[in-house]
């Protein structure tokens, strides 16, 4: 099987594991051309669903990094003064060529991540290619603000380029991620210099792919392959990144800002998360039942919006429990790419054991395990795989470490509760903010517990209905800033206010 080869640059030796997909090797493409490290240092991709070699990267240093962010300054002075008409032009382009693909590329992202190719096809890469396609839109229709000061004078605010910007993103959704950064920033007249996750490389290299076919600016968008700690620490440490847009777990980001804050960077940081779900009585049981499965383990329970901690009204919990078990046992690991697949597997073999400990720790603790706790037994290579079986856990303290820390894969815990100051009092209870969920019928009880939950997002009878123009983040642990519509614009821009005395 051959893989895009017309995304990637060739002249590339084939992986080596025999069987394995045909991936040319990744490089960098800094100032408009595709190379390797300097030093030719490169890393393994990884396929963790069959654990053999796909391909390789380099693995960048910090001359590397100079090298792009010194294209990616050169460049700036005319994209940041381009029409704003070819700016979105070229991510309506993109968003095209990214539709046109969508088979490829959601192959790309299964191999590369273990996702299922079903997943792929229908969420990761239609929302890459909906990123593309919304900020270009946003950028042609933006408006500014304007302050009246009762005739003696009048205030305009015009938002202006910043420079470059480093884009850091992760592993789980590796090309929708990067899309919901590139394309604002680009829109708004920066250039950048992107590190996807050394993880899951393989979309982020198609983009550049793509982004070269379509004859953008050289130096415009820049790719750096690499480790987190080298490439990605260069990039966030070198003086002429003027910002620096991170998505990953919250130590890394916690690192980002020391290492930007002495800069004064612009910086948005979008972490981890522990996300709980609240399911009142008065709910629609077989709704909220399908709703905290999929919140539990789409993705393999790897989106930082996963509801991981489902607490439960007291009278209706043994029921929603074991309606929850079952949701769970129905979610058979398969091969991802098959299409029949909708449970595919976790990242790696190192994350796939994190996970496990946190099972070990809730069996520590008291905790009992519904169904899952262990890695399910697949046929021929798929035997190597980094699986493990949704995992539902009863009986643990609401305080404990496999409760309240953010494990990143497909277990949650239950907890039941008496009333809604109790169900609040769990859910806030975490060092994480990002999302909740929020289950029953009752609307006064909707809008009075969303507005208690310290939390950056709540949905209501929903989970991960998203709508491009609103914001998106996180408080507390969970993260600076928010991104998403006009608070994307803001961010990637400067907004300079000019007042005129009439
Ligand atoms: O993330 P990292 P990892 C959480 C989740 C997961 C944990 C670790 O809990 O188990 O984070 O995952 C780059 N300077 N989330 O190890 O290490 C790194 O190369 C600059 C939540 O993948 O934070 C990658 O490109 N960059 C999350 C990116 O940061 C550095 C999604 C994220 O890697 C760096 C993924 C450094 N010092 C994981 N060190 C979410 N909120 O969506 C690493 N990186």
Redesign the pocket.
Known sequence: MTVVPSLVPSATPRSKTPGAPAIPRGQNLIGGGFCDARDGATLPVIDPARDRLLTTIPASGAADVDAAVAAARDAFPAWSASATAERADLLDAVADAIERRLGELALLESLDNGKPVSLARAVDIPRAVANFRFFAGAVRHQQTACHPMDGDALNYTLRRPVGVFGL?????LPLY?LSWKVAPALAMGNTVVA?????TPLTATALAGILQELGAPAGVFNLVHG???EA??A??EHPDVRGVS????????A??AA?AAPMFKKLSL????KNPTLVFADCELDEAVRGAARAGFANQGQ??LCGSRILVERPIYRRFVDALVEEARARTPGDPQDPATGFGALVSAA?RD?VARYVALARRDGGVLLCGGRAPELPGELARGAFYEPTVIDGLSPASETATE?I?GPVVTVHPFDDEREAVRLANCVRYGLAASLWTRDLARAHRVSAQLASGMVWVNTWLLRDLRVPFGGMKDSGVGREGGRFSLEFFSESRNICIKL
């Open positions: 850091i993103t992760p592993w789980n991620l590190k996807p996750s050394e993880l480790r987190g700690h990605g620490q990039i966030v991170f998505t990953g777990g919250t130590a890394t980001g690192r980002v290492a979008e972490l981890g998360g989106i930082c994350h994190k953010e990143f």
